[in-house]
Every structure is written in C-alpha cells, then in structure tokens.
C-alpha cells in the first residue's frame, strides 16, 4: 500500500470491568476503533482503505461519495481527501445547506466540494444510469456509495476481525452491512457473530449482507437483529442516551445515540436477558461516529 494510504491501525481493547456482568459469567470486551485516527477512524477508515486503493488502480484522482448533512462518512472522507491530497466532492442529501452544521464546516475546511441535491434526487444514488451521468460530470472522480459499503469495504473489516483475541461472540452496529459482512469474512465459523440494526425494517440488509460476504451465503454462525433500533435511523430515546451517558461516566466509554451506543445498550439488555451462556467472552466493535455528538449537539436533541 502506498505510505500516502496508510496510518496506524493499532487501537485498545477495552475490558469493561463490572461487578454485574461477573455476576452473569460475561466477559465484555470493547476493541476502540474509534482510536484509530483523529479523524478517519471506526469502519470509517476500515471501509475506505481498498477502495482508496481501488480508485488509484483506476487513475482516478478524485472521491466522490453520498451523505446526509451530519454524516460520518462524509466527514471521513473529507478528511481523507486533506489528510492524503485528493479532490473529494459530496453529493449532500438537501433541500438546503446549513452551513452553520459542524459536520458541513469541517467539509468544507477540509476541501470538499458539496453538491447538495433534493431529496428526491439523492434516492438516485444508486441507480445505474444517474451513476453514469454523475461520472460523466466528474469523469476523474472514484464513485463511492453512500456509508462507504461495497465489495472494497469488506477486505478491511475482516482485517479488524482477523485482528482480535479469541472470543465466542463478535458483535457491532449495522447501518448499510458492509462491516457485518467484513467480521463474517474474516472470522472462524465457531465464532458467532452479531449484527444489531440502528434503522428501522432492517431486514432487507441481511441479502446485501449475503451479497458483500461469500461466507454470508453458506454459514450460520451469524445473524442481523432488529429490535434495538431505538425508534429508526438517526432516532434514540432518552433511556438509550442516559446509558451512553452512564458508559462514558463509570467505563470511560464515550458513546454516540446513533451506532455504537445502540449498539452497546442491545448488549446491555441482551445479558439481562440471559441471551449470552455464563462464561461467553463478547468482543463488541466501537465503530467511531463520535464527531456526531457535536451535531446532536447543534440540533439540541443532547
């Protein structure tokens, strides 16, 4: 990989160390790929990492990609594109451009080009032929679908999985499938690995997990649940925002409402639930998403 592409993969796993889950034989355990980099970090980065390669094999100069105007995605990739020099553009879910949006200011500090388009445009994103005038228009451009997901995405992820120490189950916050499929791709099949679903009617995503993972299609060491959505997608109650809260005050765990505290308070309720046997190790993967607190901030929902 070219030194221009890289930066240190080496994060933590955190052992969260509490007389409850003793209590229940359960041995918790949080890998802090939100430590990956100050700003392209979690499955951000995992997802980028050979599709940035991708885009050089192809002599493209430029990254465009799809977001809404808080997205995590679009503010990794803004940063990828002024941390390692490429053009990016953003095609940004609109009417309208908020520019006082700390996700939309760090956009543009960092060079990106925003393309916002009405919402009936951006259902577009994946269709073939609005793709074909899109590279049309930005003929130098690498066209990266929307949360980054696609068969590039999945080598890095299962990199993280090959990553960990051992354990019996592998758990993380699914949005668009892509790093479900990397875990399943890059685990033991006497792994169970865990999907929980942060929007809402999810279940179409197991297909395209199936569709990003060769092993997705024959095992059935994992599953997709979809009852912790929390309301739907971008959507949290105010239990789920005090446990994110109480993480980060008693573990030190910082937690965002949207993924990986999702994510965290499945785990929680799953264990009071007696889902996991006594003596189960759980590696659950932080995922990053954090600079979306300063955006549930700005929208006063925190």
């Known amino acids: 990989m070219p030194a221009s592409f890289k930066i240190n993969e080496t994060t933590i796993t955190q ?3 509490d007389p409850w889950l003793k209590s229940k034989g359960i041995e918790l355990l949080v890998k802090r790929d939100d430590l990956l980099h100050p700003l392209i970090n979690g499955n951000k980065w995992r997802k980028l990492k050979y599709n940035l390669l991708q885009m050089q094999s192809q002599n493209k100069t430029e990254l465009l990609t799809f977001g809404g105007a808080f997205s995590n995605h679009i503010h990794a990739c803004a940063a990828a594109g002024k941390i390692f020099g490429l053009k990016t553009h953003g095609i940004i879910r609109g009417p309208n451009l908020d520019l006082s949006n700390p996700t939309i200011q760090f956009a543009q500090q960092c060079g990106m080009q925003l393309h916002v388009v009405n919402r009936i445009e951006y259902k577009l994103r994946n269709d073939s032929q609005y793709l074909a005038e899109l590279q049309e228009k ?10 980054g997901t696609n068969t590039y995405a999945v080598p890095g992820c299962a990199e993280l999985a090959q990553s960990l120490p051992e354990h019996d189950y592998l758990i993380c916050p699914t949005g668009s499938g892509g790093t479900l499929a990397g875990l399943i791709e890059g685990s033991n099949t006497a792994t169970q690995i865990i999907g929980i ?6 279940q179409y995503l197991i297909d395209e997990v199936r569709e990003l993972s060769c092993k997705a299609k024959s095992q059935t060491n994992w599953q997709l649940l979809c009852d912790f959505h929390g309301g739907g997608y971008g959507k949290f109650t105010p239990e789920l925002w005090a446990f994110c809260q109480y993480m980060d005050i008693t573990h030190n765990l910082p937690l965002e409402p949207i993924y990986s505290g999702k994510m965290m308070y499945a785990i929680w309720n799953l264990i009071e639930q007696d889902y996991f046997p ?3 190790k759980i590696i659950a993967i932080h995922t990053g998403g954090l600079q979306g607190l300063e955006g549930l901030k700005y929208r006063k929902l925190i």
Do not use: H, M, N, W
């Not at 930005?138 to 949360?147: H, K, R, S, T």
């Not at 679903?197 to 999810?202: E, G, I, M, S, T």
């Open 15 to 17: 052992t969260i160390d």
């Open 138 to 147: 930005f003929p130098d451009a690498y066209i990266l679908a929307e949360g």
């Open 197 to 202: 679903a942060v929007l809402k009617q999810a």
């Open 278 to 280: 006594s003596g189960s």
